[in-house]
């Protein structure tokens, strides 16, 4: 239950980060429209502070509740490479990854984000689902 | 630089460690813990449809007010998506992120957010998303990214 309490208000601080930004400069908070701009040269000084602010955030977790935030990676390096490969180059045909298209697409009622977020979630449900046999 | 364009930086930052701080505390930034949503049929754990549903509803909260806004706080006007097209390439590239968040469970956010705790197999992640990125941009060729 305390995972649950723990998710929604994360969740809700996900949802405020992205309420600041449109509010603020009226842009969307797309993790993968703002790192693919900073490739590009595109927004490179509120990008670059986004990114740093982002990584500040579990700065702040271990400040205040004196732990990192646990984050457990099993799969192998090949995986690794090939998953990042295939989130960056997918995040980058689609428009948007879990933040623009599944926060502020879902909230915007978007039907383009609630296509690619059916979409994801079931690819990576059927992957997920697959890989389970190989483990 | 503008004294605006220095709010806008800062806004930016803010922003940033919000969301950090929200993948930190929800449980979303462990690979594992967003591998155990997708995961259905075995152990499920649903807390990511709590992270999700807080997220959503406090974002329309917020754009809700940007509907009565004639222009944002910093900046001379609002740069929301206006495509709607439901095509192949939003498909195709949504399934294929979604192939790819599903084998290591990590998404750009907490990827990127999780850089700071400096360990190897996240740096090794995201080095190989902005290859991912830039090798998109070689084939399809670099459009500016404005459609969400």
Same mark, same amino acid.
């Given at each position: 239950?305390?995972?649950?309490?723990?998710?929604?208000?994360?969740?809700?601080?996900?949802?405020?980060?992205?309420?600041?930004?449109?509010?603020?400069?009226?842009?969307?908070?797309?993790?993968?429209?703002? @790192? $693919?701009? =900073? &490739?590009? %040269?595109?927004?490179?000084?509120? #990008?670059?502070?986004?990114?740093? +602010?982002?990584?500040?955030?579990?700065?702040?977790?271990?400040?205040?509740?004196?732990?990192?935030?646990?984050?457990?990676?099993?799969?192998?390096?090949?995986?690794?490479? @090939? $998953?990042? =490969? &295939?989130? %960056?180059?997918?995040?980058?045909? #689609?428009?948007?990854?879990?933040? +623009?298209?599944?926060?502020?697409?879902?909230?915007?009622?978007?039907?383009?984000?609630?296509?690619?977020?059916?979409?994801?979630?079931?690819?990576?449900?059927?992957?997920?689902?697959?890989?389970?046999?190989?483990? | 630089?503008?004294?605006?364009?220095?709010?806008?930086?800062?806004?930016?930052?803010?922003?940033?460690?919000?969301?950090?701080?929200?993948?930190?505390?929800?449980?979303?930034?462990?690979?594992?813990?967003?591998?155990?949503?997708?995961?259905?049929?075995?152990?499920?754990?649903?807390?990511?449809?709590?992270?999700?549903?807080?997220?959503?509803?406090?974002?329309?909260?917020?754009?809700?007010?940007?509907?009565?806004?004639?222009?944002?706080?910093?900046?001379?006007?609002?740069?929301?998506?206006?495509?709607?097209?439901?095509?192949?390439?939003?498909?195709?590239?949504?399934?294929?992120?979604?192939?790819?968040?599903?084998?290591?469970?990590?998404?750009?956010?907490?990827?990127?957010?999780?850089?700071?705790?400096?360990?190897?197999?996240?740096?090794?992640?995201?080095?190989?998303?902005?290859?991912?990125?830039?090798?998109?941009?070689?084939?399809?060729?670099?459009?500016?990214?404005?459609?969400?």
């Amino acid at each position: 239950m305390a995972t649950y309490a723990s998710g929604l208000l994360g969740g809700m601080l996900i949802g405020l980060s992205a309420v600041v930004l449109v509010l603020a400069n009226g842009r969307v908070a797309g993790v993968s429209g703002i @790192a $693919g701009r =900073l &490739l590009q %040269g595109v927004q490179t000084a509120t #990008g670059t502070a986004f990114v740093i +602010g982002l990584s500040l955030g579990p700065v702040l977790y271990r400040l205040v509740l004196g732990e990192w935030p646990p984050v457990v990676l099993a799969a192998s390096w090949p995986i690794v490479v @090939a $998953g990042g =490969l &295939l989130v %960056g180059y997918g995040s980058r045909m #689609g428009s948007g990854c879990t933040s +623009g298209h599944g926060v502020v697409g879902l909230a915007r009622l978007s039907r383009r984000s609630m296509a690619a977020v059916g979409t994801f979630m079931a690819t990576a449900v059927a992957t997920v689902y697959l890989m389970g046999f190989f483990q | 630089m503008n004294r605006n364009a220095v709010y806008r930086v800062a806004a930016a930052l803010a922003s940033g460690v919000i969301f950090g701080l929200g993948l930190s505390i929800s449980g979303m930034l462990n690979p594992a813990r967003v591998r155990g949503f997708l995961d259905i049929t075995r152990d499920w754990d649903p807390t990511l449809a709590f992270v999700l549903g807080g997220a959503v509803i406090v974002s329309a909260a917020g754009l809700a007010l940007v509907r009565r806004m004639p222009r944002p706080l910093l900046d001379d006007r609002f740069y929301l998506p206006e495509t709607r097209v439901i095509d192949r390439r939003l498909i195709v590239g949504s399934a294929i992120f979604g192939v790819g968040w599903g084998m290591v469970g990590l998404c750009p956010g907490p990827a990127l957010a999780s850089l700071s705790l400096g360990l190897p197999a996240t740096v090794l992640f995201v080095a190989a998303m902005f290859a991912g990125m830039a090798a998109h941009d070689r084939l399809q060729g670099a459009r500016p990214w404005q459609r969400v």
